[in-house]
């Protein structure tokens, strides 16, 4: 199988079971999924969503939120992964939000990543989601699924993994392929033991062809 035919291959799985993959993180507007991006490097969706309904509710946009000091917003992020960080970081945002995009979320990468928190990852996560844009974000799902498959070839840093994703799927498929390649990742094709036997893309997937398929007899 080529490169094209194992890319292929993987879109028309994904888009015959999973045509409305989308993000599992719960926001009702671009400013309530930035702070919940920023909340989730290094944590899950589920513990993020059980905690941003309280910051939501104490500071719904970046005005209110930019007024907030450290001591009032920690306690609301206290249970999640490096809660002293975010908590600067969601500050620092929100502030420079105001001073420098009238309080709204910009909508390149290039502005975004300007942004305290907000690093390419996160960038093309807003952009794709927000405005469908073909902007490939690379997180450690990403990253492992595509390798397995052999979607990249020999990418050592996400960087490499987003060029090498992006010259395959079609632009109008990418911001879509970013969320199918996640929730694979997260439930199916997971770090330790992959779920082979429950997989689709067996034919299509280099590490089973090498570590998993029988031999033909
Ligand atoms: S066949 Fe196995 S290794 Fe390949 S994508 Fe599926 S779960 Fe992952």
């Keep these: 199988m080529t490169r094209k035919e194992r890319f292929n ?3 028309s799985y ?5 045509p409305n993959a989308e993000t599992e993180l719960l926001y009702d507007n671009p400013y309530q999924l930035l702070v919940a991006v920023i909340l989730s490097a290094q944590c899950t969706d589920k513990r993020v969503n059980m905690t941003t309904p309280a910051i939501f509710e104490k500071y719904p946009d970046a005005a209110s939120l930019s007024k907030a000091t450290f001591d009032e917003l920690f306690p609301l992020i ?5 809660p002293n960080n975010k908590t600067k970081h969601l500050i620092g945002m929100a502030n420079m939000l105001m001073e420098k995009f009238n309080g709204q979320i910009p909508l390149t990468v290039e502005e975004l990543v300007q942004l305290p928190g907000v690093g390419r990852k996160t960038a093309n996560v807003i952009t794709s989601v927000v405005d469908q844009q073909p902007n490939m974000a690379v997180d450690t799902h990403v990253f492992r699924v595509s390798a397995r498959i052999g979607l990249t070839v020999g990418a050592t840093t996400p960087l490499a993994t987003e060029k090498q994703l992006l010259q395959f799927i079609p632009k109008d498929l990418v911001y879509i392929a970013h969320h199918w390649l996640i929730l694979h990742g997260r439930y199916t094709c997971i770090a330790r033991n ?3 036997e429950q997989c689709g893309l067996t034919p299509a997937c280099k590490y089973f062809q090498k570590n998993k398929a029988k031999p033909a007899s």
């Design 9 to 11: 291959f993987v879109i």
């Design 14 to 18: 994904f888009q015959q079971h999973a």
């Design 78 to 82: 206290r249970s999640i992964s490096y």
């Design 194 to 196: 992959p779920k082979c």
